[in-house]
């Protein structure tokens, strides 16, 4: 294990990776891996130099079904095969080791665009084909059978925006540390508008660009972070990826320096179109998602702000004040959005 301790991360677990994890040659180090604000994260490389991945929850009290690794995992075995998915090595479910549950999954080696900088690893063609790759990787996803991967009990359910407009609002309203208007007036007119829920299928929860691997082709070699996936409405993971896609000239994006700025990246319109053909959603319809996923947005980053305060996320590349000025940005950005719907 690596000399200095790493945060959520105890000495029993280099034991207990050792002999629980298949062709592991201890001993191992750690790293804390960038993005994922809300599991902890981290890469476990072993002394013959084997790439893992561990993810356990962040520290202190969690929501009872928040963060919960146990089922990412379920999720993942029943997805095998499905669509690309990193394959679970080790589940540990014991307490005692680190203080919370983790589980250890399989490295998957490829491109994982975060910012400009590595969209400027692949070429003007190739940034071309990430978009329909993804597009085409979703409308996948969205044609599982929930009932193959376990998620059978909620198929019959057809409130899932409200269900998720009720979760994030009440998860605000008992954590939150401070007010923002414009996150409550955004949910006050989204519950006005919630659309009919059309189709049922197995929803990813926050499909976008830095959630997938890619191969240096551009296939779609894993798509990670399953912690927020769900049944319900699949045009729900159309405008979460809407919202994180952006464009040149926008005067707002979710990420502080998204990829999709350099050129040659497709344009949204490009993706609803290609996400409608190959399902028959009507494009119309997207303009309540996109504006639910900003407010959803807002909350997540809000939540994040508010774990950070608190100290059970550890040291970050950014400080929770950040996370303030990013949460209030895009509850603003979800008001305007929000405003324009129709009741």
């Known amino acids: 294990m690596t000399a200095e301790p790493l945060f959520g991360i105890t000495a029993a677990v280099s034991d207990w990776l ?19 604000r809300s599991h902890l994260t981290y890469l476990v490389t072993d002394a013959a130099g084997v790439r893992r991945v561990l993810r356990r929850p962040p520290l202190g009290a969690r929501e009872a079904t928040a963060h919960d690794v146990l089922r990412e995992a379920r999720l993942l075995a029943g997805l095998a095969g499905e669509v690309p998915v990193p394959a679970v090595l080790a589940v540990c479910a014991d307490d005692s080791v680190t203080g919370a549950p983790f589980v250890v ?20 063609s190739r940034r071309r084909q990430v978009g329909p790759a993804l597009i085409d990787a979703m409308v996948a996803l969205h044609e599982v059978d929930p009932v193959r991967v376990g998620l059978g009990g909620l198929v019959a359910r057809r409130d899932h925006v409200s269900r998720q407009l009720r979760r994030w609002y009440g998860n605000w ?46 296939a779609v070699a894993g ?36 990829p999709t700025l350099a050129p040659g990246f497709s344009t949204r319109a490009e993706l609803i179109e290609r996400y409608c053909a190959a399902t028959g959603d009507d494009p119309a ?52 959005a929000a405003a324009r719907l129709r009741p």
Request: aromatic content about 8%.
């Open 18 to 36: 050792a002999e629980h994890v298949p062709a592991l040659t201890p001993p191992v180090t750690f790293t804390r891996l960038p993005g994922g």
């Open 285 to 336: 319809a997207i303009d309540y998602y996109v504006a639910f996923s900003w407010w959803r947005t807002a909350c997540i980053v809000e939540d994040v702000y508010t774990r950070m305060r608190r100290g059970v996320m550890g040291v970050t590349d950014r400080s929770p004040e950040s996370f303030a000025e990013q949460a209030a940005a895009l509850a603003a950005r979800a008001r305007r």
């Open 223 to 258: 798509i990670l972070d399953w912690e927020l996936a769900t049944v319900g409405d699949p045009l729900v993971d159309l405008g979460q990826f809407l919202v994180y896609w952006a464009e040149p000239g926008d005067e707002q994006t979710a990420l502080r320096t998204p």
């Open 105 to 124: 999954l399989e490295y998957l080696d490829g491109l994982v665009l975060r910012d400009p900088e590595s969209a400027a690893a692949l070429t003007v």
């Open 173 to 218: 309203r008992r954590t939150g540390t401070r007010e923002l208007p414009d996150l409550r007036a955004a949910y006050e007119r989204l519950v006005d508008a919630v659309p009919e829920q059309r189709r049922t299928g197995l929803v990813h929860g926050d499909f976008r660009l830095d959630n997938c691997v890619l191969t240096p082709a551009v």
